[in-house]
């Protein structure tokens, strides 16, 4: 583990109860980090941003919807006072002391300085901290004026390990980080106090942010001078809705630019076992969403050319709609017996394989498999691990 942890203090919190205090975005970095500790985890706050309730609807972490009090530490070994009030985070850090429970030390956090205090022209800052070590492409804006700049970065599949060096150094240099549930999530443990946290997660079919809300959260943002990073999952541009956020800024006249990410339609193949391409076995793949079924009318991909063609397909976003999906395939001439493996979680420690066969899926038994998951179509999913 990287800076998000300390080795020696991980092992201490694996399987042991550890408590968050707050459910605003300065929770989710310690959540975040207890999580990749494999430590048990439990949030108090009367609410929870999205990417944290999120997790709850995940049974990753469990929620008690109340204000903090003493009695919430009973049991706990290790507490992360996280809310967004300085006064509770005190009281928070008193009761911890008085009842002999652990804090969560601050020193495995980075103590960056308040950016205010690094420069008077963030302007100047941004494009001389971005332009040559991310080759990324610049566009919108003067970069004359005292504007700040938006970034959109890629942030892999979810472990904070599994992000770019450049967008890494950008996530630490930002003034406001604007953030999604499936985002490396450990790595905001990283950063200042200082630095605000705009949780935007969308959960299908559940909560979320409009993206034209999102939008304008960059742009005003940018507007006021700030050094933006927009964290997503995987890579901006797959499945990411990265270019409406670039067209946005641009169009606002706010600089914006692009670092790409690990995807996760390859890496959560990659980390259960699967190559997506195999020589002598599958010379393509074909990343899909399945958001719109085969049978629905706004489905624009021709499912019968995708069951002939002979490639592997990685299904993105379609938990709900695997068994149409297997069923389209199957009557475009794939073979019932073709292996498929969903992989779920990928790269946290829930990460979990449900490997059966399109036969199975297009009858309907695709219960084991829960969202977020990758699910791979084609003979590589015989290479599946860790099932
Ligand atoms: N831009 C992202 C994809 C966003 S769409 C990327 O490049 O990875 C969201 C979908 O990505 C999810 O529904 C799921 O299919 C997939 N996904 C993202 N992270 C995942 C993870 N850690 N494990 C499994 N699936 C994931």
């Given at each position: 583990m990287s800076e998000s942890g300390s080795p020696?203090?991980d092992?201490?919190?694996?399987?042991?109860?550890?408590?968050?205090?707050?459910?605003?975005?300065?929770?989710?970095?310690?959540?975040?980090?207890?999580?990749r500790a494999?430590?048990?985890?439990?949030?108090?706050?009367?609410?929870?941003?999205?990417?944290?309730?999120?997790?709850?609807?995940?049974?990753?972490?469990?929620?008690?919807?109340?204000?903090?009090?003493?009695?919430?530490?009973?049991?706990?070994?290790?507490?992360?006072?996280?809310?967004?009030?300085?006064?509770?985070?005190?009281?928070?850090?008193?009761?911890?002391?008085?009842?002999?429970?652990?804090?969560?030390?601050?020193?495995?956090?980075?103590?960056?300085?308040?950016?205010?205090?690094?420069?008077?022209?963030?302007?100047?800052?941004?494009?001389?901290?971005?332009?040559?070590?991310?080759?990324?492409?610049?566009?919108?804006?003067?970069?004359?004026?005292?504007?700040?700049?938006?970034?959109?970065?890629?942030?892999?599949?979810?472990?904070p390990e599994?992000?770019?060096?450049?967008?890494?150094?950008?996530?630490?240099?930002?003034?406001?980080?604007?953030?999604?549930?499936?985002?490396?999530?450990?790595?905001?443990?990283?950063?200042?106090?200082?630095?605000?946290?705009?949780?935007?997660?969308?959960?299908?079919?559940?909560?979320?942010?409009?993206?034209?809300?999102?939008?304008?959260?960059?742009?005003?943002?940018?507007?006021?001078?700030?050094?933006?990073?927009?964290?997503?999952?995987?890579?901006?541009?797959?499945?990411?809705?990265?270019?409406?956020?670039?067209?946005?800024?641009?169009?606002?006249?706010?600089?914006?630019?692009?670092?790409?990410?690990?995807?996760?339609?390859?890496?959560?193949?990659?980390?259960?076992?699967?190559?997506?391409?195999?020589?002598?076995?599958?010379?393509?793949?074909?990343?899909?969403?399945?958001?719109?079924?085969?049978?629905?009318?706004?489905?624009?991909?021709?499912?019968?050319?995708?069951?002939?063609?002979?490639?592997?397909?990685?299904?993105?976003?379609?938990?709900?709609?695997?068994?149409?999906?297997?069923?389209?395939?199957?009557?475009?001439?794939?073979?019932?017996?073709?292996?498929?493996?969903?992989?779920?979680?990928?790269?946290?420690?829930?990460?979990?394989?449900?490997?059966?066969?399109?036969?199975?899926?297009?009858?309907?038994?695709?219960?084991?498999?829960?969202?977020?998951?990758?699910?791979?179509?084609?003979?590589?999913?015989?290479?599946?691990?860790?099932?």
């Amino acid at each position: 583990m990287s800076e998000s942890g300390s080795p020696t203090l991980d092992l201490l919190l694996e399987g042991r109860p550890c408590l968050v205090v707050g459910g605003g975005g300065h929770a989710i970095g310690p959540v975040g980090r207890l999580l990749r500790a494999r430590a048990q985890v439990h949030v108090v706050a009367p609410t929870l941003v999205t990417a944290l309730q999120d997790l709850v609807e995940r049974d990753l972490i469990t929620w008690s919807p109340h204000e903090f009090t003493a009695a919430d530490l009973h049991g706990i070994l290790v507490v992360a006072p996280a809310s967004d009030s300085p006064s509770l985070d005190a009281a928070v850090h008193d009761a911890a002391e008085a009842a002999g429970v652990l804090l969560l030390p601050r020193s495995t956090r980075r103590e960056t300085p308040s950016p205010s205090h690094v420069t008077s022209s963030p302007a100047v800052e941004v494009d001389d901290a971005l332009e040559p070590s991310t080759g990324a492409a610049r566009s919108g804006g003067d970069r004359g004026e005292r504007c700040g700049s938006v970034v959109l970065v890629g942030g892999g599949p979810g472990s904070p390990e599994l992000i770019t060096v450049a967008g890494r150094e950008a996530v630490l240099r930002a003034d406001v980080v604007v953030v999604d549930r499936l985002a490396p999530l450990a790595l905001l443990d990283d950063l200042g106090p200082e630095v605000e946290i705009v949780d935007v997660s969308k959960i299908p079919r559940g909560r979320f942010t409009p993206q034209e809300e999102i939008n304008a959260v960059l742009v005003d943002r940018a507007r006021a001078g700030k050094r933006v990073v927009r964290l997503k999952g995987g890579d901006p541009f797959v499945f990411g809705r990265g270019m409406e956020e670039h067209i946005a800024c641009s169009e606002a006249g706010v600089p914006v630019s692009v670092i790409p990410g690990v995807t996760s339609a390859v890496s959560a193949p990659a980390l259960a076992g699967i190559p997506v391409t195999h020589r002598g076995l599958v010379q393509g793949f074909a990343i899909v969403s399945g958001h719109a079924a085969p049978d629905d009318p706004r489905s624009t991909i021709d499912w019968a050319a995708l069951g002939r063609s002979g490639v592997t397909i990685v299904v993105l976003m379609g938990v709900e709609t695997l068994p149409r999906i297997a069923r389209a395939l199957i009557e475009a001439g794939r073979d019932a017996d073709t292996p498929v493996a969903s992989v779920m979680d990928a790269a946290l420690p829930s990460q979990r394989t449900h490997v059966s066969t399109l036969g199975r899926f297009a009858d309907g038994a695709t219960q084991e498999v829960r969202a977020p998951a990758v699910t791979v179509i084609g003979d590589v999913a015989r290479f599946a691990q860790g099932s």
